[in-house]
């Protein structure tokens, strides 16, 4: 045999075996998606603590007797619970893994519901929903983290944003049955998805690299190839996961003073910025208080939160298939956009009410605006944040920096949150113009700021970002 024969040859075993391996990275199996969907069942539990809020804010204060400040306490709560959540979320996840964090976020969980339904009083009402966000807080981190980890890059977009998708299916549902169904009965079937989680938690792998982390270097591989298939040849992937980890083991310990390192700089400013940009859109308020909007609007509540709940899922959907075709920051720009335009239609509308002109327009306009915000919400800015939070920052940091990116999220949330219904009750137009110049902001700040993350590897990203200002 001559020399370039045997040099075809070896080429050609490369190439074959190149291409087994991109068969194997576009492979998605049983186990993903089994896995994906045990995960965010904790999507869906977040989902219908924040719908909760606007279907059972006639009941509750009824039958509680609660002012409006009490409420609206109540309704920011959960925000405040976030907050404590996310500060712990990031060593919890690295200590008791992403399955164990799922776990313990549960117990929080059914406690708060069990609170809620049970409750004679406003106190262990508010404790109830303290906890509801404690364990949300802990979701809000863990959930995208461990998608990312565990899906192949061409679908982890998608897989990611699955996360948006069922947060909308629960507030779809307690849109759609909050005012047929009591307050009380509708805490308890918040129950639903959270024993769902507990139990199918038992049959989903640890995160492979998380286990690599951890120095568990067999049951890392034993992870990854039940994720990718017994079949798979995971060499490659395995290897990859193994020397990021050795590298990042020969440096030292992360901490959060070493987020402020220069070369940490455009992830971090990425990743709070979209959250506070998510946040200060008034999307908080919106999706705690919808049906206060509808009211100041002169639009049924009721028939609005029905709109809402039909609307809702498809549109989740509509960003679920558009991550990864459209990519990240062209879906982000149009989403915000959308919310831009949403917010300067509401403003004009309750700025035509207050000098009382086009009042029959009025409620058909807060209509549009409404459901045209939350609409471009859940397409883009909903759930992309929180994907790119799982993508721009590499291991030795991730724990440092995912409970930053959380807790400023949960922070900003909280101060939106329980300002919203005093700011309405100030300046119903004044507020929406506020949103609207955030929105406007956030425009210009995705398209400066924001990469294109799509089908690239957490090392590729985590890379070319950590190398931005070197």
């Avoid at 075809?8 to 490369?14: A, F, K, Q, T, V």
């Avoid at 969980?109 to 339904?117: E, Q, R």
């Avoid at 909308?168 to 805490?187: D, E, M, N, Q, T």
């Avoid at 049906?291 to 609007?297: P, T």
Wanted: proline share 3%.
């Amino acid at each position: 045999m001559t020399m370039s024969e045997n040099q075809r040859n070896l080429e050609s075993g490369l190439l074959l075996k190149k291409n087994q391996n991109d068969v194997n990275e576009c492979r998605v199996t049983p186990v993903v998606l089994f896995s994906t969907f045990v995960s965010v069942c904790g999507s869906f539990c977040y989902g219908c603590a924040a719908g909760y809020s606007s279907v059972a804010q006639t009941g509750i204060t009824t039958d509680l007797g609660l002012t409006v400040a009490q409420y609206s306490i109540f309704g920011s709560i959960m925000t405040f619970g976030g907050m404590f959540g996310a500060i712990f979320s990031g060593k919890v996840a690295d200590i008791m893994g992403r399955k164990g964090t799922m776990w313990f976020a549960q117990i929080f969980c059914i406690f708060g519901w069990l609170a809620i339904a049970f409750t004679n009083n406003s106190i262990l009402l508010d404790v109830g929903r303290l906890s509801t966000g404690f364990s949300v807080g802990l979701f809000s981190y863990v959930i995208p983290v461990y998608i990312a980890e565990i899906t192949p890059k061409h679908v982890r977009g998608a897989f990611v944003f699955a996360n948006q998708l069922f947060q909308s299916c629960g507030l779809s549902l307690y849109y759609a049955i909050g005012s047929f169904v009591h307050w009380r009965k509708l805490a308890l079937i918040g129950l639903i998805p959270c024993a769902l989680q507990v139990v199918c938690l038992f049959f989903i792998p640890e995160s492979p690299r998380l286990l690599g982390k951890w120095g568990r270097e067999k049951e890392c591989k034993a992870s990854l190839q039940r994720l990718r298939g017994d079949d798979a040849d995971i060499s490659e992937e395995a290897n990859t996961i193994k020397e990021t980890m050795m590298l990042f083991d020969q440096g030292p310990k992360s901490s959060v003073m070493d987020l402020f390192q220069r070369r940490y700089a455009p992830s971090v400013v990425i990743g709070v910025g979209l959250m506070l940009l998510q946040q200060f859109s008034g999307s908080s308020g919106i999706m705690l208080y919808v049906g206060s909007v509808f009211d100041k609007g002169g639009f049924s509540s009721s028939i609005g939160s029905m709109i809402l709940a039909v609307i809702m899922i498809p549109k989740a959907l509509l960003g679920l298939i558009l991550v990864e075709k459209m990519g990240r920051r062209p879906l982000l720009l149009a989403s915000t956009g959308g919310m831009c335009f949403s917010s300067l239609l509401l403003s004009f509308s309750f700025c035509f009410r207050s000098y009382g002109m086009l009042d029959e327009l009025t409620p058909v306009f807060t209509c549009i605006g409404v459901v045209g915000f939350i609409s471009s919400f859940a397409v883009g800015m909903g759930g992309l944040p929180w994907i790119i939070m799982s993508e721009i920052f590499p291991m030795n940091v991730k724990v440092s920096a995912g409970t930053l990116v959380t807790l400023s999220n949960w922070s900003f949330g909280w101060i939106i949150a329980f300002a919203y219904n005093f700011m309405l009750e100030w300046n119903a137009s004044g507020t929406f113009l506020i949103f609207f110049s955030v929105c406007g902001a956030g425009i210009v700040f995705v398209y400066a700021m924001v990469p294109e993350t799509k089908g690239r590897t957490l090392e590729e990203i985590q890379s070319s970002l950590t190398d931005f200002l070197q």
